[in-house]
């Protein structure tokens, strides 16, 4: 094990102290983890600026902050994704595409959940596989509902790369397909983010009407033409009105 690693899981053993023990002197946690005073003490100044760990008045370390804000993210997804995941394979069921279920992750989003199998083309999609939120209907879906000036901030600031022959890289045409959106209450793409695939998404709403996830039907493109696209931008919108409900948002 090289020196960085072996200070990784140390630093991981201290944190891992404050599981049984809500705060710890300096000495407490020499005692308590076995690690040699001056490694504690360096190790201890890196958690305290990385706001993994803060030092009251009391000289006692606590958790920091930062583990509320993952714990709160951490939280927010898992139950996104446990109120979703029984409406999405009865949804899968019903069209026998891939269903998939995204957060927002910064200027990007995240695959937190996918359902395909009983789709007969499998999809390049993946639970943890990340998409900016301007490429694909799912993360357009999320893009186009958000406020008005976190919209042209985002726009203003953000460089469009092509990933497949029918990404969006024009900027005035992304805002089109946002106006689109916001009067389909639904978005559309094909062949953005992989070639000769389609899908058709819907934002999901929190308690606070803000736009947490989004949900879409996806598949190869030849099954996302003419009437279909209305079919499954109908079921999709139910499953997510429905979630959106559970998350406690009303109209």
Do not use: W
């Not at 490694?39 to 100044?45: A, E, G, H, I, P």
């Amino acid at each position: 094990m090289n020196n960085k690693n072996k200070t990784v899981v140390r630093s991981m053993d201290i944190l891992n102290l404050f599981i049984e023990h809500p705060e710890l002197s300096f000495q407490e946690i020499i005692d308590l983890s076995g690690i040699p005073k001056t490694s504690v003490y360096r190790m201890l100044q890196s958690l305290e600026e990385m706001e993994f760990l803060e030092k009251g008045r009391d000289l006692k370390y606590r958790l920091g902050l930062l583990f509320l804000k993952f714990g709160h993210l951490v939280s927010s997804r898992l139950d996104i994704r446990q109120i979703a995941y029984p409406l999405m394979n009865d949804l899968h069921n019903d069209v026998k595409e891939a269903i998939n279920l995204i957060v927002r992750d910064g200027n990007e989003a995240i695959y937190i959940e996918k359902i395909d199998t009983k789709q007969k083309v499998r999809l390049y999609t993946a639970i943890g596989r990340k998409s900016p939120l301007y490429a694909g209907a799912c993360s357009r879906a999320i893009l186009s509902f958000l406020p008005d000036a976190e919209i042209q901030d985002y726009l203003e600031s953000t460089e469009l790369k092509s990933f497949a022959l029918g990404t969006i890289t024009n900027k005035e045409k992304l805002y089109e397909s946002i106006k689109q959106a916001r009067i389909d209450g639904f978005t559309i793409s094909h062949s953005e983010l992989e070639n000769h695939t389609s899908a058709v998404a819907i934002p999901i709403f929190n308690h606070k009407s803000e736009v947490v996830a989004g949900i879409s039907i996806a598949g190869i493109e030849a099954n996302y033409q003419g009437e279909n696209i209305g079919i499954f931008a109908e079921k999709a919108k139910k499953v997510a009105e429905e979630i959106s409900m559970r998350l406690g948002y009303t109209k």
